[in-house]
């Protein structure tokens, strides 16, 4: 199966902090990009290295930088937004690629309001970013954007996800590798995790 929890002691503690009602705004959001920092290191172990000659203090040495293709962060708003500077501060030169998308409370189905990709995006490796993983209905309708635009190498980080929604992509994206700082118990009868965060959205942005 195409997920791995980030089993790191800072991780969770990092998310016993977000699961909080009473963290902070500021601090919501700064814990955030800390656990994208971590996901996104794990995430990136597999990138290629190719070796280039520097010049140091002591003369010509053999440096390793990264090779191959090129990254596109793909944050889905409006939550995704709150990883962003995560993924940033280790990979600032990598391109952000926008998807906004909504919930349907009805059907618990996305419905997209929102789509800006780069040119060039099949030829780059997409990292999608979201908080939460619930259905996963928002994470594979975004793989199936992707996927149309010829991308073939496709990762997922989000914070907390739901055992529902990682069978629904295992089942129908496979080869979508997603790194998450936490597996909680279900989904209740609205679709939001248990015991998840809340709404992450509105804890990032302040309008809860």
Same mark, same amino acid.
């Given at each position: 199966? !195409?997920?791995?929890?980030?089993?790191?002691?800072? $991780?969770?503690?990092?998310?016993? +902090?977000?699961?909080?009602?009473?963290? !902070? $705004?500021?601090?919501? %959001?700064?814990?955030?990009?800390?656990? =994208?920092?971590? +996901?996104?290191?794990?995430?990136?172990?597999?990138?290629? +290295?190719k070796? %280039?000659?520097?010049? =140091?203090?002591?003369?010509p040495?053999? &440096?390793?930088?990264?090779?191959?293709?090129k990254?596109?962060?793909?944050p889905?708003?409006? &939550?995704?937004? *709150?990883?962003?500077?995560?993924?940033? =501060?280790?990979?600032p030169?990598?391109?952000?690629?926008?998807?906004?998308?909504?919930?349907?409370?009805?059907?618990?189905?996305?419905?997209i309001y929102?789509k800006?990709?780069?040119?060039?995006?099949? $030829? %780059?490796?997409?990292?999608?970013?979201?908080? #939460?993983? /619930?259905?996963?209905? !928002?994470?594979?309708?975004?793989?199936? #954007?992707? @996927?149309?635009?010829?991308?073939?190498?496709?990762?997922?980080?989000?914070?907390? &996800? /739901?055992?529902?929604g990682v069978?629904?992509?295992n089942?129908?994206?496979?080869?979508?590798?997603?790194?998450?700082?936490?597996?909680?118990?279900?989904?209740?009868?609205? *679709?939001?995790? $248990?015991?998840?965060? *809340?709404? &992450? *959205?509105?804890?990032?942005?302040? @309008?809860?």
């Amino acid at each position: 199966m !195409s997920f791995q929890v980030v089993d790191h002691p800072l $991780i969770k503690h990092k998310v016993g +902090l977000l699961r909080r009602i009473d963290t !902070s $705004i500021s601090h919501f %959001r700064q814990l955030m990009q800390e656990i =994208t920092i971590m +996901l996104t290191y794990e995430a990136t172990r597999d990138l290629l +290295l190719k070796p %280039r000659e520097i010049m =140091t203090w002591m003369g010509p040495v053999e &440096a390793q930088r990264i090779s191959g293709k090129k990254i596109s962060v793909v944050p889905i708003l409006r &939550a995704g937004l *709150g990883m962003l500077d995560g993924v940033l =501060t280790l990979i600032p030169s990598a391109r952000v690629n926008v998807v906004g998308l909504y919930r349907d409370e009805k059907t618990l189905y996305p419905v997209i309001y929102y789509k800006k990709f780069n040119k060039d995006i099949q $030829i %780059r490796d997409a990292l999608i970013i979201d908080p #939460m993983l /619930a259905t996963g209905h !928002s994470m594979a309708k975004v793989c199936e #954007m992707l @996927t149309d635009e010829g991308c073939k190498n496709i990762k997922s980080l989000c914070i907390v &996800a /739901a055992p529902e929604g990682v069978a629904y992509m295992n089942e129908n994206y496979p080869d979508v590798m997603i790194f998450a700082a936490a597996l909680d118990d279900r989904l209740n009868e609205e *679709g939001y995790i $248990i015991p998840g965060l *809340g709404d &992450a *959205g509105d804890r990032i942005f302040g @309008t809860k």
